[in-house]
């Protein structure tokens, strides 16, 4: 059974415009969310991340938002740039691992931005 | 260059061979992992190794071995390969310590296998 889901496998969006990417998890012990984004032929990059204890965290045009009781969090890409269009891996880690957490991944969501 | 560095990048080989797939890392991270990418299914981990002397089955073990040989490296084995194997494979990395136990991964390019 899929602990993170990312529902929506593609997304399309104009440059310039917001891109939204949303995760769900059902696992409420997980403390800590991270976003990969993966180009084609090569291998997933970390993006950003956020601790269960905050509800945003922002690094430049990319932030990220946490929605604890809902077990929801949303990456937002502001402005979209073309560059920006990859796969996008929600991740979650945490639970009763103690020091051998491991990431639990979604599905993944294709963004595509156009010019 | 590459921190994680994965050979071959790509492989195509026939039902039944032996395929080994390597991996090097010069993060000087202890905690190694191999996933495969299949599309639609998201990676799916195979195994992953804490230190040298240390090897855990992940989600998709069956069909596949791995080796510690070193902390800086970690090969994926299939003994007797299979068609449903043909899939991207990624190697991966971690340190708990440089990351504050996020589970924070650093990942290899990738080797595309094609088993016919």
């Known amino acids: 059974d899929q602990q993170v889901k990312q529902n929506s496998p593609s997304l399309s969006v104009q440059e310039g415009r917001i891109s939204i990417l949303n995760c769900d998890y059902t696992?409420?012990?997980?403390?800590?969310f991270l976003w990969y984004k993966k180009y084609p032929a090569e291998g997933p990059t970390f993006l950003i991340s956020i601790s269960s204890i905050k509800d945003k965290n922002e690094d430049g045009r990319f932030t990220v938002f946490l929605n604890k009781s809902a077990k929801h969090l949303s990456l937002h890409i502001v402005p979209s740039q073309p560059g920006d269009s990859a796969v996008y891996f929600c991740a979650a880690s945490g639970g009763n691992a103690g020091n051998n957490r491991k990431l639990i991944w979604g599905l993944g969501t294709s963004l595509a931005v156009n010019p | 260059d590459a921190d994680v560095t994965q050979t071959p990048r790509n492989r195509i080989t026939k039902t039944g061979k032996r395929i080994m797939l390597e991996c090097s890392q010069t993060k000087g991270h202890d905690r190694m992992y191999w996933y495969r990418q299949d599309p639609g299914l998201g990676l799916r981990l195979i195994y992953y190794s804490f230190d040298v002397k240390d090897i855990n089955k992940g989600e998709i073990s069956d069909g596949y071995s791995v080796s510690r040989q070193a902390q800086a490296k970690f090969s994926l084995s299939l003994e007797s390969a299979i068609p449903n194997q043909t899939a991207l494979y990624f190697c991966a990395t971690s340190d708990p310590r440089g990351t504050g136990n996020t589970g924070e991964l650093f990942f290899g390019e990738g080797s595309r296998l094609t088993v016919l």
């Open positions: 696992n409420s012990m997980f403390d800590y």
